[in-house]
């Protein structure tokens, strides 16, 4: 079983529909969070990190359950624009952090 | 701008033929990392530095050395390359401050060894 776990999709929505991704993690002594943007072929870009009460930014929606060990990204009012590959990250100790293979996502007119 | 700048971007060598890919951060960042990225496999981790003259292996550091003799830079060498470090590879850096720190990436060196 992989580390971090991501339904790698591809979510197809419409312009304007709410898109959720879920990625759960192994490692119980894990510290920190983050959501990565990756569009194609080019290098990743951070999101946003995800913080324990939740939080947002925008459009954007950030989750965390520890109890079961996941994270979550709600994108609500989905643009164009927002065609990318979101990867988690988990960092579990100072040095090593752990991406997930990405969720691919596209958003038609 | 801030900003981690690797070199080159593209790179096609030959096997065995020893090569070195630079990196470089301006934000004065503790923490540098290289990773590299394969379909179907995503990004693993290779090597990390917290510090200057700190090193440690990432998840497949075999076949690669690094070394941080200063703080903003951190190369990647491959003493030998092979076919099967052919790959897209990401330098990163982030700060190891309190808080929450994401990474901010390179723009990533493609690389074919044949």
């Known amino acids: 079983r992989k580390e971090v776990e991501q339904d790698p999709g591809p979510f197809n929505v419409p312009e304007g529909a709410t898109v959720a991704f879920n990625c759960t993690y192994s490692n119980s002594a894990s510290q920190s969070f983050f959501w990565y943007r990756q569009d194609c072929r080019k290098e990743p870009k951070l999101l946003m990190s995800v913080y324990s009460s939740g939080n947002e930014d925008g459009r954007f929606t950030a989750q965390l359950n520890r109890a079961s060990q996941y994270i979550s990204l709600l994108i609500r009012d989905s643009k164009l624009s927002d065609s990318a590959t979101y990867l988690c990250a988990v960092k579990a100790d100072a040095g090593k952090s752990t991406f997930g293979d990405g969720t691919t996502l596209t958003v038609k007119p | 701008e801030a900003q981690v700048t690797q070199n080159p971007r593209y790179l096609i060598t030959v096997t065995g033929k020893k090569l070195t890919v630079t990196c470089s951060q301006n934000m004065n960042h503790e923490y540098m990392s290289w990773y590299r990225q394969d379909p179907g496999l995503g990004l693993r981790q290779i090597y990390y530095s917290m510090n200057v003259e700190v090193t440690d292996k990432g998840d497949v550091p075999e076949g690669y050395k690094v070394s941080r003799k200063e703080k903003r830079n951190f190369p990647l060498i491959l003493e030998s390359p092979s076919p099967n470090q052919t790959s897209l590879y990401f330098c990163?850096?982030?700060?190891?401050?309190?808080?929450?720190?994401?990474?901010?990436f390179g723009s990533g060196t493609r690389l074919t060894v044949v």
């Open positions: 990163a850096s982030r700060s190891n401050g309190d808080g929450i720190y994401g990474y901010t």
